[in-house]
Structure formats: C-alpha cells, structure tokens
C-alpha cells in the first residue's frame, strides 16, 4: 500500500515537472519567434526607405554608380533570405553598403543640404539602430531559450518532447570588420 | 535584457501597500477632523471612501497630473523624429510590446523623466535642453535609463508615491491649520477630557509626522532606483558610457533648474531638478544619489 502511494507521489511529481517545463519552454519559444518578427518589421521597414534614397541620391551622385548598385543588390539579397543566418549576413551588407553610401554622401555638400536626403538618413540611421536593438533583443531570447533547454535535467526532457536550439541573429565574424569606403 | 520578474511583483506590491496605507492614513486624518468637530466615525468614512475613490483615478490619471505639473506638452514624430527613433530602438531592445508617449518640457535645462501606471501606459519627458545638448548616444542613455524605469514598474510606484503623499502632505497641513484656528472653540464635551486630549495629541503628532515619513521613504527608495535604473539601462544599449558622458554633461549644467519642477515631481527626474546641493542636510534629504558615484559605477562596467 504505501509503496504504490509512494510511487504515485513520485509519477505526479514528474507528470507535473514535464507539464510545467512544456509550458514555459512553449512561452519562451513564442517570444523568441515574436522577437524575430521585430527584427522583420525593422528589416521591411529599411528595405521600404531604400528605393526613396536612392532617387533622391542619384541625381547628385554621377560618378557612384557602383555604390548606389551595390545598395540595390544587398537589398534584394535581404528581401531573399529566408533562413536566419543568410538574413544576418545579407542584413549586415546592407548596412555596410548604406554607411558607405553615406560616408561617400559628405563629398557633396548640395546633396548634404538636401532637406529630403536628410530626413531620409534620420529615418534610415533610425532604422539601423532599432535593427541593431531587435537583434540584440532576440539573441538575448534565444539565449534564454537555448540554455534552458541545455540545463540539466531539462535537456533529457526537451529533446524528446521535440525542442531544439534557436539560432541567434549574428553576421560571421567576416563581415563584421570595416567598410572599405573608395573614393 | 530581462529585469527579474521580482522586481517588477515587488513594485506592484509596493503600490497597492502604498495605497492601503494611503487610504489608513487618510482615515485617521479624517478621524482626527471628525473628532475636532464632534463626530469621528462620520470623518473615517468619509475620508476613507473619499481616499479610496481618489486613490482609484490617480491610478488611471496620475501621470497625466504629473505631466501637467511639470509643463509637459505632447509631441509630434514630424516635430522630434530623432527623439521618437531614440524611443522606439529602446522600446524593441526591452522588448515592451508599446511606445511610451513622447512629451517635452520647454527647458534650457538638462533633464528627463518617465511616468505612468504602466509599460502599456507610459510616457518619457525629456527637456528641449537635454535634446540639444547631448549627441546620438548620450540621448539613448538618458532614453535606456527611463525606459528601465517603465519596464520595472518603478513608474508606478513613482508616480503613486508622488501624487499620494503629496495630498496627504496637504491634508496634514489642514489638520494642523484647523488645530490652530478652527477646532478649539468648537468642543463643548468635557467628558473623556483625557481621553480626548491624548487622542488629540496623537493626531498632531501623525499630522507632523507622516510627511516626514513620507518624505523619508520616498527618498530612500529613489536613490535606489537610479542607481538600478542605470544598470539596466546601461544593458539596453549595451554602452554605459553614453549613459555617464551624458550625466557629466548634466552635472557640469550651469542651469540645472527646472521651472516647473517642485519637491513633489524631483524623484521623477534623472538628475535632481534643483541645482547642487552641498550641505549636509543636503545630502541627506537628496532624492538623488551624488551625479560622480552614478558616473563611476557606469565608467567601471
């Protein structure tokens, strides 16, 4: 008699450590993907802002035809990718195509004077960093996230109930050095 | 960033201690009137219901006084869109699902608060000032350091503190004035003489006392704050140093007053609203802890 007790106390205590586990994993879960969808909205958002710099830049900018391609093509590389890392990567060459865009821009001072182009850069520089916010935002998640399903017991469980590790938002550590900026 | 959840259970249990003692106090105050005119139990209902109802609104509109106390005006992203950008990249970066409103105040002064009920209710006042003088990542400091505050509910309790003790600061008040000229003449019972008389003596001690005590807590705990507020701000935009360049900014201020800042709004402000103070009593009755520690802490992160 008291074994089966003892027994059903033990079973309960487990049902119930798995139901709870299961729920804050599916949580965590839902606010890494929320997370990431921030980082979707920002990426849109600048992707959106582009085609208005361009036209406002182009007129002053004969000579930078190539820097002004090299914006279009990282743009639609970043409208491409689906994956989380080729998002990264194609995020972080957009935004070293635009700071050298921009650093190109100081070269021309009727275009630095341009009301529109300067609203377009407040927008934009605004864009990049909530971009930057959003990523730090969601890698600190699925942080969060990986580790409690790498922490002891936890891992025997999530692994079987079907949870794996979130990828974080980074660009390799190639693409992070500096913009080369030619004149 | 995650602020522990504690902090944010302990600022809501915080609040609703403070209006429960809130609503004691304003029962006893009312209880002391009532017996000046002859009728106690009428005076602690009355106050009581009425300190429950206005405990309720300024839940709901406190910040609304607040903001308008200290000439905050509403703005738009046309007019600021540097300070809205500054604003929504920290929203995202704590993961708060609104944008705190935005308002400024008309100020050469270097300042900034937040207030509201909470992360769904917020808003963040800066000085036309602070945005002037302070670059890029100074702003998004000052910005991080108010958006923790909103996170953790510190706001709340804020803005409860504020508006709650503020009133019972002028009811004691009025205590003490229909003591001094109203009540006396008016007590025709010599029965219980004693009774009354110490009865009466507790209720001016309370009357002095509780804004003292009132002024106390609320010191203690704000000094805190800021300095947790800069911690988990400094993790909000990854850079402590923005956050202390801009406080040396505000500290080496030659004009530090806020016009329309008074005692009750101070604790809501980054940087104390008065200028520097050097005496003793000064320190001790500061709501800020001193501008160079907050500057040391952040530059040794």
Known sequence: ??????????????VLFVILLYNSL??????????????????????DLIPNLVNS??????????????????????????????????????????????AVAEGYPDLKANQNFIQLQEE???????????????????????????????????????????????????????VKVEF | MRISFNEVRNNKIKSYVLIFFFIIIIGVLGSIIGLIYNNIYLGLILSMGAGLIYSMFVFKSGDKMILTMSGAKPVTKKEFPHLFHT???????????????????????????????DPEHSSITVTTGLMDKLNREELEGVIAHEMSHIKNYDIRFM???????????????????????????????????NMT??????????????????????????????????????TLTRYPLGLANALKKISQDPDPLVEKANKATAHLFISTPFGKKKSLMGKLFSTHPPIQDRIKKLEEM
């Open chain 1, 57 to 102: 830049v182009k007129g002053y900018m004969k000579h930078e035809k190539s820097v002004l391609e090299n914006i279009t093509k990282a743009r639609s590389a970043v409208m491409g990718a689906s994956s989380v890392e080729g998002k990264a990567k194609a995020s972080s060459e957009l935004t070293n195509t635009l700071k050298s865009l921009f």
């Open chain 2, 197 to 234: 008389l110490i009865l009466i003596a507790i209720g001016l001690l309370l009357a002095i006392l509780t804004p003292i005590i009132g002024e106390m807590i609320r010191l203690a705990i704000s000094r805190k704050r800021e300095y947790m507020a800069d911690a988990s701000g400094a």
């Open chain 1, 1 to 14: 008699m008291q074994t089966w007790l003892i027994i059903t106390i033990v079973i309960s205590v487990v």
């Open chain 1, 124 to 178: 934009i520089t605004g864009t990049e960093n909530k971009i930057s916010y959003a990523r730090q935002h969601y890698n600190d998640m699925v942080m969060l996230f990986n580790t409690k399903i790498q922490k002891f017991p936890n891992n025997i469980i999530a692994n079987s109930l079907g949870f794996s590790d979130e990828e974080s938002f980074e660009a390799t550590a190639q693409e992070r050095k500096n």
């Open chain 2, 159 to 193: 803005m409860l503190t504020t508006v709650l003790i503020g009133i019972v600061t002028l009811l004691s008040d009025f205590i003490l004035r229909s003591f001094l000229w109203g009540g006396m003449g008016r007590r025709r019972n010599n029965d219980n003489n």
């Open chain 1, 26 to 47: 599916i949580r965590l879960k839902n606010q890494v993907k929320n997370s990431f969808a921030q980082i979707d909205v920002q990426l849109k958002r600048r992707n």
């Open chain 2, 87 to 117: 604003i929504e990249g920290l929203q995202i970066s704590a993961g708060l699902k609104t944008t705190p409103k935005a308002y400024v105040i008309k100020d050469t002064a270097l300042n900034a608060f937040a207030t509201g009920r």
